[in-house]
């Protein structure tokens, strides 16, 4: 290692604390200047300060000049109308993307919360259930680009006849007499399908975590008073653990769906959007590096902004409750 | 007659509950052998990079990574040692190191200098400032690429740490404000009337006061914003571009997967060193991630 890359750990280590409580001891300095009654108007302001600028011209500034230059040609030179979003919803690829995002949509959630549901209400009832929620919650940790590697090893394709190295293939052929190894990456039948497994592999661990303390929240007198009236099991979850979880089923639903209108790692390191493999995100940063079109990139960015404005609200008006 | 039929109902009863046993156990057997094998099917695909890159190439490719558990047993770090030193692995780890650790502690102690504000002062605006936050929770960081990357281009931050440190802060920002806000509010109050009444500043209820009681509600979200920054894909390709001598462990694997499609002697030993960190955080820390999660989701 260069020493020039150390002293710049140890300066970014130290420097960025040091700077940062320097700067809060200044504003309480800065306040004093002012008389008693000024204070309190300014000193909220100068502690929200580098917060509040990073968020303005990080995000907020960002949003509104991406909408503008959706509107733009691709060197953001020329006004060019609704043509960006024609071309979203026209062009082939483009549709084929909006279609794959709609499949991760709808079997990635479903799949992620009903999967978590049933771990977290049936691991609540073993005794080694922190272990096995571990073991679930384990992928969460794992970057997307190594889950890629994982998984396109786990799908590795030989032709039939030679040694399968790829876990699912020889189990396939083993288990399944005459059972043919499949290319689960490159047949357009369920190569998407493949993706999103490896995406709930990801992110059910998720879900069984956050259900499984909704479903401990749950008081405990509830379901003994329904036990003691002769509910079963299968009453108590439907009648009980299922209305009561709801809220949190919405939160967990909700967030998923945000998680997989965004997906890209997975796609861009296992199929690169090839074989009809294409997600929005994706698409996006080939407009971005491969085609430099930022007109089109920005459009795309914008349809995904107004996707996830249903998602906001919900958050906005619990936080207003 | 009587003490007959008693006997049969009790015969019966005994039946029934014979029978109400045996379906209990069954059900009991189908439930550890679900998630048993749940469990199982789980672990195998990182169980199986593990043990493949412990493997020859040849072994590799020419048989399954499970026979790597039926003699001969042998096993290598050679993958290891290439993939660190012709594969830039070794370099991209202390480029993640140096890329997470200041985008970590920046975001988190200027998010507590606002949350604190917003737990703490009476200011106008306040309540629509932090429900613009809220709303900032869910945005797709897609949106602020392209303004973000024209910005960095103009004040040449394009491929430096610094650029990718900021754009991480001010991304991990939102969660921040919003995890550490939830968390002042539920300190009481009467601590800090008392501290006022002694005349103790504001700079000096942050860093006496606030901080030592919030530090598991800092240790969940530094390690949240760690993980997320140590994983992240997106922003480094974006903001750092392909440069080898700054790319994180992310970007030089998906290099790696470009140049050595069917190399999996490199790719297994890439992926593993780059999920070496997070999972020792993970098996030590795990309490305090799964809260941070916790408190991120689930509002009690």
């Not at chain 2, 922003?235 to 080898?244: D, M, T, V």
């Amino acid at each position: 290692m260069n020493t020039a890359k150390f002293l710049l750990i140890i300066s970014a280590v130290l420097g960025v604390p040091l700077i940062l409580t320097f700067y809060l001891y200044i504003t309480e300095k800065t306040v004093l200047l002012f008389n008693y009654k000024s204070r309190k108007k300014v000193r909220p302001w100068l502690w929200l300060m580098p917060a509040f600028l990073l968020l303005l011209i990080f995000i907020i500034y960002p949003v509104f000049n991406t909408l503008v230059v959706s509107l733009m040609d691709k060197n953001s030179r020329g006004f060019i109308g609704f043509k960006n979003y024609i071309y979203i919803f026209t062009d082939r690829e483009m549709l084929l993307a909006l279609r794959n995002n709609f499949l991760w949509v709808l079997f990635f959630t479903s799949v992620t919360v009903v999967l978590g549901l049933i771990l977290a209400v049936l691991t609540d009832r073993v005794s080694y259930e922190k272990i096995s929620k571990a073991i679930i919650f384990l992928p969460m940790a794992i970057s997307f680009v190594a889950a890629g590697v994982i998984w396109k090893f786990m799908y590795e394709y030989k032709p039939p006849g030679s040694v399968q190295i790829g876990t699912i293939n020889a189990v396939m052929t083993a288990v399944v007499q005459g059972a043919e190894p499949k290319a689960w990456l490159f047949d357009k039948t369920y190569n998407n399908f493949a993706l999103i497994l490896v995406g709930i592999w990801i992110w059910t661990g998720f879900c069984v975590v956050v259900l499984s303390a909704g479903i401990k929240g749950i008081s405990n007198d509830l379901i003994e008073a329904a036990k003691i009236d002769g509910a079963n099991e299968f009453q108590i979850f439907w009648r009980i653990i299922l209305p009561l979880l709801k809220p949190t089923l919405i939160v967990v639903a909700t967030m998923m769906f945000i998680n997989v209108l965004k997906i890209f790692d997975i796609i861009y390191i296992m199929t690169n959007g090839a074989l009809d493999t294409e997600v929005i995100a994706n698409r996006m940063y080939k407009e971005m590096f491969i085609f430099r079109n930022f007109g089109r990139a920005a459009s795309i960015a914008v349809v995904l902004l107004l996707a996830v404005i249903p998602a906001m609200i919900i958050n906005l008006k619990k936080e207003g409750k | 007659m009587k003490k007959l039929r008693d006997h049969k109902i009790e015969n019966i009863l005994i039946k029934n509950k014979i029978s109400q046993k045996i379906i209990y156990l069954t059900a009991r057997i189908i439930l550890h052998l679900f998630i048993i094998s749940f469990c199982i099917i789980w672990v195998i695909p990182t169980l199986g990079l593990l043990v493949s890159s412990l493997r020859t190439k040849e072994m590799i490719r020419t048989t399954g990574w499970w026979t790597a558990f039926s003699p001969p047993f042998r096993f290598t770090l050679s993958n290891y040692l290439k993939v660190i030193q012709t594969g830039n692995m070794g370099i991209s780890f202390i480029n993640s190191l140096i890329i997470a650790i200041p985008s970590t502690v920046m975001p988190i102690l200027i998010a507590s200098y606002a949350a604190y504000a917003f737990t703490w002062m009476d200011f106008k605006g306040k309540r629509a400032i932090f429900l613009i936050i809220i709303g900032l929770l869910v945005v797709p960081l897609q949106i602020t690429l392209i303004p973000v990357l024209k910005l960095f281009n103009f004040f040449k931050l394009t491929g430096t740490f610094a650029g990718i440190w900021i754009a991480h802060c001010a991304y991990g920002l939102p969660f921040a404000v919003y995890l550490l806000h939830n968390f002042f509010k539920q300190l009481p109050n009467e601590i800090f009337d008392s501290a006022f009444m002694d005349g103790a500043t504001h700079f000096q209820i942050f860093f006496y006061l606030v901080l030592p009681v919030s530090l598991p509600a800092f240790a969940s979200l530094c390690i949240f914003q760690f993980m997320w920054v140590w994983n992240d894909l997106l922003i480094a390709l974006i903001y750092l571009g392909g440069s080898p001598e700054v790319a994180p462990v992310t970007v030089t694997i998906s290099n790696l997967v470009n140049s050595y499609g069917g190399g999996w002697e490199y790719l297994t030993s890439a992926a593993f060193i780059s999920m070496i960190l997070p999972l020792m955080i993970f098996f030590t820390l795990q309490k305090y991630f799964v809260k941070g999660i916790l408190s991120g989701s689930v509002k009690e």
